[in-house]
């Protein structure tokens, strides 16, 4: 089994009765079951799970506490992940067209030393770290990334631009890339690096003046919700002026009818594929973006997925910081003092030790 040779090659020979493929399906058929931590198996039967997984028995409550920093120490989760999202994209799991693309702070109430974040479901500073998760259109979950919670959501935009650039040119080379994201990557920086990347995005307009209602000609019905399969927009094709920007970024403005409430978006995909792309389909696009936050309240209500990602901690005196590999683009993970002052002081202390291709392209964006 190719899977299995993976795990080998990542994990080597881990010490023990149990495979490592076979610690990742007893995770997750605990998890489908039903049991969201390692203490909650204690009253699993573990005579009756140990068939499903090829074995007398299943993993104990302590065989899984036990593996677990064993499974993290490789620092291997991301590349098992990229390799599961080739087999999601090959499947047919998750749909090809365009990403939905956002940022979930998840909260640490454990006893590391973390950095604080603003946490917006509670509005007040907490410790944690943000998830960076990409979906399709029908919000169906690719990858996700981890980060620190001081972190700006636009200066995670661009590797996972990366990302979906690599993933879609092992499965299907001719697709460009085209990821949708909300205001908070609304950056010059952030559009600038994803134009160089070839990377195609659409995100909301900020600080622009409505148009009169003259200006409204166009006319399309486009895809709705449960309640409004079908909805009929009136739209208006314009050019905005981004600061930063050298070129006038194609802006679409519509309303569902009534002027004084209209909205607007900006997309490169218009410079980019003439002719590929109307504006009807650059507003479903971005009105579908509802189905990744209906995603974020299965994952949290539902499944309380959002509680089992962590990030990785070190033994060591100074705890390593945990961004990963790919955006680091070094050998291995960089330290950083294991407290900060704030945000800005966090960034400054570890902008230097980045290497200068991953420093240059940080943004100084407002974040989220």
């Given amino acids: 089994d190719p899977l299995d040779g993976m795990l080998d090659r990542w994990w080597g020979t ?34 009756d799970f140990g068939p499903l997984l090829g074995r007398k028995r299943a993993p104990c409550c302590a065989t899984l506490r036990a593996k677990l920093p064993a499974l993290a120490v490789q620092e291997s989760a991301e590349p098992l992940q990229e390799q599961l999202a080739l087999q999601y994209l090959r499947l047919g799991w ?60 636009g200066d995670q935009l661009a590797p996972l631009g990366q990302t979906v650039r690599r993933l ?15 205001r908070g990557g609304y950056s010059s920086n952030v559009f600038t690096a994803l134009n160089a990347q070839g ?33 009929t927009v009136y739209y208006a094709c314009t050019t905005h002026r981004v600061q930063g920007c050298n070129d006038h970024v194609p802006a679409v403005f519509w309303h569902d009818g009534d002027p004084q409430h209209q909205v607007a978006l900006l997309s490169n995909l218009t410079n980019r594929q003439p002719g590929a792309w ?25 499944l309380d997925l959002i509680g089992l990602v962590d990030m990785p901690t070190s033994p060591a005196p100074t705890r390593r910081s945990p961004i990963p590999v790919s955006v680091l683009g070094a050998a291995d993970w960089v330290n950083a003092q294991p407290s900060y002052d704030g945000t800005w002081t966090a960034r400054n202390q570890l902008r230097p030790k980045l290497p200068p291709a991953i420093a240059v392209d940080w943004v100084s964006s407002a974040g989220r």
């Fill in 168 to 182: 879609l040119g092992e499965v299907s080379p001719s697709d460009v890339p085209i990821i949708v994201f909300d």
């Fill in 14 to 47: 881990m010490p023990g009765y149990y495979r490592p493929r076979q610690l990742l399906e007893a995770f997750l058929l605990y998890l489908l079951v039903g049991y969201r931590n390692p203490e909650q198996t204690k009253a699993a039967p573990a005579q």
């Fill in 94 to 153: 998750v749909q090809l067209g365009w990403w939905l693309v956002d940022g979930h702070f998840s909260p640490y109430f454990g006893q590391q030393t973390w950095a604080k974040s603003w946490w917006p479901q509670r509005r007040m500073p907490q410790r944690g770290y943000i998830q960076d998760w990409v979906h399709d259109r029908r919000g169906r979950p690719l990858c996700m990334h981890l980060t620190q919670g001081f972190e700006c959501f």
């Fill in 278 to 302: 109307s504006p009807p389909q650059l507003i479903t696009m971005l009105s579908g973006r509802w189905a990744q936050e209906n995603s974020f309240k299965a994952q949290v209500h539902d």
């Fill in 199 to 231: 990377v195609g995005w659409v995100t909301w307009l900020k600080g622009a003046k409505p148009l009169p209602a003259s200006a409204f000609t166009q006319k399309a019905e486009i895809a709705g919700g449960r309640v409004h399969p079908i909805r």
